[in-house]
C-alpha cells in the first residue's frame, strides 16, 4: 500500500495542487461576484452582453 502511494507521490502532489489552484480560483470569482465586481476588466462599453449584467433600471412613469 505505502509503496503504491510513494511512487505516485509526485503524481498526488501535482494533482493537489491544480485542485487547490482552480478552487482559489473560483473562489476569487465568486468573492468578485458578491462584491458586485465583474469578469472583464476593461469596463462594459463594448461589452455585447451589457443588458444582461446591468439591466436598465424600471422607470416610473406614473402612469397607474
Same mark, same amino acid.
Given at each position: 500500500?505505502? %509503496?503504491?502511494?510513494?511512487?505516485?507521490?509526485?503524481?498526488?502532489? *501535482?494533482?493537489?495542487?491544480?485542485? &487547490?489552484?482552480?478552487?482559489?480560483?473560483?473562489?476569487?470569482?465568486?468573492? %468578485?461576484?458578491?462584491?458586485?465586481?465583474?469578469?472583464?476588466?476593461? *469596463?462594459?462599453?463594448?461589452?455585447? &452582453?451589457?443588458?444582461?449584467?446591468?439591466?436598465?433600471?424600471?422607470?416610473?412613469?406614473?402612469?397607474?
Amino acid at each position: 500500500m505505502w %509503496n503504491i502511494l510513494l511512487a505516485n507521490l509526485p503524481n498526488i502532489i *501535482g494533482v493537489a495542487l491544480i485542485f &487547490g489552484l482552480m478552487g482559489a480560483i473560483f473562489y476569487n470569482g465568486y468573492k %468578485n461576484r458578491k462584491r458586485g465586481k465583474h469578469s472583464c476588466s476593461c *469596463g462594459c462599453g463594448g461589452c455585447a &452582453g451589457c443588458n444582461l449584467c446591468h439591466p436598465a433600471p424600471k422607470k416610473d412613469d406614473g402612469s397607474t
